[in-house]
């Protein structure tokens, strides 16, 4: 084998606000230490309990437009009066350490994304019906019921670009969802791209080319 580091892969995973993308990775990550998620930067106000740098990198309006004009950005996206972003250059930096990145994020920015890094893994998780996606948004207790009925517009509008990933995954049962996504990123560095170059001697023996 060779003694480099292999590049950790892209992951990018969106789903409408309820359908519990956010549960499946915090199971993920204990699951898989090599996985890292990226924090994003916003200019959403700090809610109860979220600390800077570990939930968000909470920042003023002013700083974050100045970091797009930079190209700072990997995506950046406007959600519900709120700036969102990914630093582009700790993703890149967790990649070339072999870690495998994951952004959550919504559909406007895996756009971005695709075209600045083509190939970044879509995973799109869709909830099992409309009615349950409303219960979960309730069961949170985080937003009003104005912010709610805005969330289930803004759903079907998200679930209508699922054609933009690669893979779908329903979190109808968690733990199958679980099982689903964590086998979608442990295939992916089986890809033959990626393991010609990390079999490379074994391939060179087994077709005796020295």
Known sequence: MTSHTQLGNLFVISAPSGAGKTSLLAKLLERMPQLCLSISHTTRPKRQGEVDGVN????????????????????????????????????????????????????QGAQQVRRLAPHAIGIFILPPSLGTLEERLRQ??????????????????????????????????????????????????????????????????LLNQG
């Open 56 to 107: 968000y990198h909470f920042t003023d309006r002013a700083t974050f437009v100045e970091q797009v004009e930079q190209g700072g950005f990997l995506e950046h996206a406007e959600v519900f009066g709120n700036l969102y972003g990914t630093s582009a250059t700790w993703v890149a930096e967790q990649q070339q350490a072999g870690k495998d990145v994951i952004l959550e994020i919504d559909w």
């Open 140 to 205: 949170r207790g985080l937003d009003s019921d104005d912010v709610i009925a805005q969330r289930l517009a803004g759903a079907q509008e998200e679930i209508s670009h699922y054609g933009e990933y690669d893979f779908l995954v329903v979190n109808d049962n968690f733990d199958q969802a679980l099982n689903e996504v964590e086998a979608v990123i442990r295939a992916s560095h089986l890809q033959q791209k990626k393991q010609r170059q990390n079999l490379s001697p074994l391939l060179k023996a």
